[in-house]
């Protein structure tokens, strides 16, 4: 068992936002996504974000508020939201005086698309995937 702690990792700054990439904890191909924390001081917002990879967040800490298409969603501590790729977002920390934290993991649509040909294959009888019928 590996842990990962986010008070000791390596922070960068967007803005104010503290970001914690999990690139540094030296996982290469172990993981089929890439991860990050990030941390929202109280009254800010992250600044608009959009990408190709689909993105699951998990508020660790405090209350999100997330703005996608002009609607606006507020995720409490233990819930999740999932972003579209292509998704433009922004999170927002309403509280006055608690830090918003999220979990993040992202990756590219294609790799869940190819993930999921891995697991249908290894649920079909050994017999039909080696004669390559569905």
């Known amino acids: ?11 960068l700054f967007v ?7 999990w690139e540094q904890y030296g996982l290469g ?3 089929p996504f890439q991860a990050m924390w990030y ?6 917002e992250s600044p608009t974000d959009q990408h190709p990879e689909l993105e699951l967040s998990i508020v660790v800490a405090g209350t999100a ?23 433009a977002h922004v999170v927002q920390n309403r509280s006055a005086d608690e830090v918003l934290t999220v ?6 649509p294609e790799a869940a698309t190819a993930a999921a040909a ?12 080696a004669a390559g019928h569905d």
Request: proline share 6%; hydrophobic share 40%.
């Open 65 to 87: 508020h997330v703005l996608v298409g002009g609607e606006v969603r507020e995720v409490p501590q233990g819930d999740a939201f999932l972003l579209g790729s292509e998704e």
């Open 15 to 21: 803005n104010d936002l503290r970001v914690v990439r």
């Open 103 to 108: 979990f993040s993991a992202y990756w590219y």
């Open 1 to 11: 068992m590996r842990t990962f702690e986010l008070v000791s990792g390596e922070s």
């Open 118 to 129: 891995v697991l249908a294959d290894r649920d079909r009888p050994a017999e039909t995937v």
């Open 39 to 44: 941390s929202v001081p109280p009254g800010s």
């Open 29 to 31: 191909a172990e993981l």
